[in-house]
């Protein structure tokens, strides 16, 4: 199946979804939301190309697996957890990151500009005399990137 | 139902949904139909859930996706890696029961027992839509 049919399969599938109070959607999903779901699964399915090689070799494992009338040992279990703790993480650091960020910004915009500009001088900015506190904020914030 | 708990809701559907769409579309790669035994189906259950998660891994590093949609994914990664984990952990004191019943040192019951606990668990994980869905349910 090519990569045209696996999306449409997966956009009806989705729709499935979207339609669905049950699944989670119906009434209440925004087409904005929609729409990213089917970005993001879009980009999946872009995507898709190494996922497939990967579920077609783990397929080759589990076939030999069972040809050979044999479990899964440890060792399997430990690298296929070990792989799934590592997305994980990345997946959990992406979003601290994004929540770091954001818990900063609230912190610079509660400040007054006073106390902004000792910020930015403690950290050794050149603040502009006309600049105002969003300008000063997103010094501050271009200096931490 | 606010808008995070329906995006929540959505992603993990997302998730899992695309876990049986690439098993339906991809009918030469579907390494839960190769498994024979209930410890093979729940390897292949597992090692599928690691390589979509691996993709959404990629997906969240890329950059081409919005803050909020890195949250929600980051939020429905937690719910099915807890459930999966549990799957894994299920099956590894599967193992070891089953290694005792064959050296004769635990009773059939145990076993029956352990067997049905992990099969359980690999129903629950297979159809993993509707399983997380009813997690997220039980949980409210």
Same mark, same amino acid.
Request: aromatic content about 0%.
């Given at each position: 199946m090519g990569i045209v049919e696996l999306a449409l399969v997966a956009i009806k599938g989705l729709s499935v979804v979207l339609n669905n109070p049950a699944l *989670? *959607?119906?009434?209440?999903?925004?087409l904005d939301q929609a729409s990213e779901l089917l970005a993001l699964l879009g980009e999946l399915l872009t995507r898709g190309d190494e996922a497939h090689d990967e579920l077609v070799a783990f397929t080759k494992v589990v076939e030999g697996m069972a040809a050979e009338g044999r479990q899964p040992n440890k060792v399997e279990w430990d690298a296929l957890r070990g792989r799934s703790d590592a997305a994980h993480s990345i997946i959990q650091e992406a979003a601290a990151a994004i929540e770091e960020e954001e818990t900063e910004q609230v912190f610079l915009e509660e400040l007054t500009k006073a106390e902004l500009l000792e910020q930015a001088e403690r950290d050794g900015i050149s603040v502009p005399a006309s600049a105002t506190k969003a300008q000063i904020i997103e010094l501050l914030e271009a200096v931490e990137e | 139902m606010n808008y995070v708990t329906v995006g929540v809701r959505q992603f993990q559907t997302f998730y899992l949904l695309a876990i049986m769409l690439l098993l339906q579309a991809c009918a030469g790669a579907n390494p839960i139909a190769k498994a024979e035994t209930t410890e093979q189906r729940a390897f292949a259950t597992y090692g599928t859930f690691v390589i979509i998660e691996e993709q959404a891994a990629k997906l969240v590093s $890329?950059?081409?996706? $919005?803050d909020s949609a890195v949250r929600a994914i980051a939020r429905a990664d937690s719910q099915v890696k807890s459930v999966a984990d549990s799957l894994l952990d299920a099956t590894l004191e599967f193992t070891v029961i089953r290694a005792e019943f064959e050296a004769g040192d635990t009773g059939e019951e145990r076993f029956v027992r352990a067997m049905n606990e992990l099969n359980g668990w690999v129903e629950r994980a297979r159809p993993l839509i509707a399983n997380l869905i009813s997690a997220v349910k039980g949980a409210e």
């Open positions: *989670g *959607g119906g009434s209440s999903v925004k | $890329s950059g081409q996706i $919005s």
